[in-house]
């Protein structure tokens, strides 16, 4: 998909949080994401030239693109790593091994913007 074939559906894409998916012209799925705002990062695949090979490789075999919109930046996680590993995609590199698990911390403490760190 080129920037002017993306521009064209571009405002189709939601605003919310989600997960999104890229598929190839044959339909295989070559990657699985998440956002807080589907159109904003969906959007900066497509709005500049990406240094990295492995990204400048994908989004030339991009197709077409898939969204499920979630309620929250958390759920869009949970999605994304359980899809990633049930899928396997050829670009997504981190939460493939299902010998890992991601996690989330949550302390019920105090927190302080203006403390520093202890050193």
Same mark, same amino acid.
């Given at each position: 998909?080129?920037?002017?074939? #993306?521009?064209q559906?571009s405002?189709? *894409?939601?605003?919310?949080?989600?997960? =999104?998916? =890229?598929? &190839?012209?044959?339909?295989?799925?070559l =990657?699985?994401?998440?956002?807080?705002?589907?159109?904003?990062?969906?959007?900066?695949? #497509?709005?500049?030239?990406?240094?990295?090979?492995?990204?400048?490789?994908?989004? &030339?075999?991009?197709?077409?693109?898939? #969204?499920?919109?979630?309620?929250n930046?958390?759920?869009? #996680?949970?999605?994304?790593?359980?899809? *990633?590993?049930?899928?396997?995609?050829? =670009?997504? *590199?981190?939460?493939? &091994?299902?010998?890992?698990?991601?996690?989330?911390?949550?302390k019920?403490?105090?927190?302080?913007?203006?403390?520093?760190?202890?050193?």
């Open positions: 998909m080129t920037s002017a074939e #993306f521009s559906i405002h189709t *894409i939601p605003t919310q949080a989600g997960i =999104y998916k =890229y598929f &190839d012209a044959g339909g295989e799925l =990657y699985i994401g998440k956002a807080k705002s589907l159109r904003k990062r969906v959007s900066s695949y #497509f709005a500049k030239h990406h240094d990295n090979y492995k990204t400048r490789k994908l989004v &030339d075999n991009i197709h077409h693109i898939e #969204f499920t919109i979630v309620d930046e958390k759920d869009a #996680f949970l999605l994304e790593n359980a899809l *990633i590993k049930q899928f396997r995609p050829k =670009y997504n *590199i981190d939460l493939k &091994d299902d010998k890992t698990y991601p996690f989330i911390i949550i019920h403490e105090p927190f302080s913007a203006s403390s520093s760190p202890a050193g």
